[in-house]
Protein backbone atom coordinates (compact mmCIF):
# COMPACT_ATOMS: atom_id res chain seq x y z
CA UNK A 1 0.00 0.00 0.00
CA UNK A 2 1.37 3.58 -0.62
CA UNK A 3 1.43 6.18 1.70
CA UNK A 4 2.04 9.92 0.35
CA UNK A 5 3.55 11.90 3.45
CA UNK A 6 3.71 15.25 4.42
CA UNK A 7 5.80 16.37 6.95
CA UNK A 8 5.14 19.32 8.62
CA UNK A 9 7.97 21.75 10.90
CA UNK A 10 10.20 19.24 10.07
CA UNK A 11 13.50 19.65 7.88
CA UNK A 12 12.69 16.50 6.07
CA UNK A 13 10.68 16.57 2.73
CA UNK A 14 7.66 14.41 2.05
CA UNK A 15 7.47 11.93 0.28
CA UNK A 16 6.05 8.48 -0.94
CA UNK A 17 6.50 5.31 1.23
CA UNK A 18 5.21 2.37 0.23
CA UNK A 19 4.37 -0.89 3.21
CA UNK A 20 2.77 -3.97 3.38
CA UNK A 21 -0.84 -4.45 5.29
CA UNK A 22 -1.12 -4.55 8.55
CA UNK A 23 1.85 -1.96 8.96
CA UNK A 24 1.03 0.27 11.95
CA UNK A 25 1.97 4.21 12.13
CA UNK A 26 4.38 3.54 14.56
CA UNK A 27 6.23 1.14 12.12
CA UNK A 28 5.74 3.92 9.58
CA UNK A 29 7.79 6.24 11.82
CA UNK A 30 10.11 3.60 12.11
CA UNK A 31 10.97 3.61 8.79
CA UNK A 32 11.39 7.41 8.51
CA UNK A 33 14.09 7.36 11.59
CA UNK A 34 10.78 9.69 13.04
CA UNK A 35 11.09 9.34 17.23
CA UNK A 36 7.06 9.32 17.89
CA UNK A 37 7.95 11.30 20.99
CA UNK A 38 8.14 14.43 19.03
CA UNK A 39 5.34 13.92 16.26
CA UNK A 40 1.14 13.85 15.93
CA UNK A 41 -0.18 11.72 12.64
CA UNK A 42 -2.79 12.87 11.32
CA UNK A 43 -4.80 11.12 8.44
CA UNK A 44 -7.57 13.48 6.98
CA UNK A 45 -7.22 15.54 9.41
CA UNK A 46 -7.69 13.52 12.35
CA UNK A 47 -5.19 12.36 14.88
CA UNK A 48 -4.67 8.43 14.65
CA UNK A 49 -3.11 6.20 17.55
CA UNK A 50 0.46 5.13 16.78
CA UNK A 51 -0.36 1.45 17.36
CA UNK A 52 -3.01 2.02 14.59
CA UNK A 53 -2.76 0.29 11.41
CA UNK A 54 -2.46 2.62 8.59
CA UNK A 55 -4.56 3.12 6.07
CA UNK A 56 -3.28 3.82 1.87
CA UNK A 57 -3.65 7.60 0.67
CA UNK A 58 -2.53 11.26 2.10
CA UNK A 59 -0.60 11.09 5.40
CA UNK A 60 0.41 14.25 7.62
CA UNK A 61 3.13 13.92 10.27
CA UNK A 62 3.61 17.08 12.38
CA UNK A 63 6.53 18.04 14.09
CA UNK A 64 5.72 19.26 17.51
CA UNK A 65 9.04 19.12 19.33
CA UNK A 66 12.57 20.12 19.03
CA UNK A 67 14.81 17.31 17.77
CA UNK A 68 18.24 19.23 18.85
Do not use: W
Not at 13 to 38: A, W
Amino acid sequence: MKLNIELLNSDMPGRELEVSEGTTYEKVLEILDINQETVLILKEGHAVPFDGMAVSGDLTIICVASQG
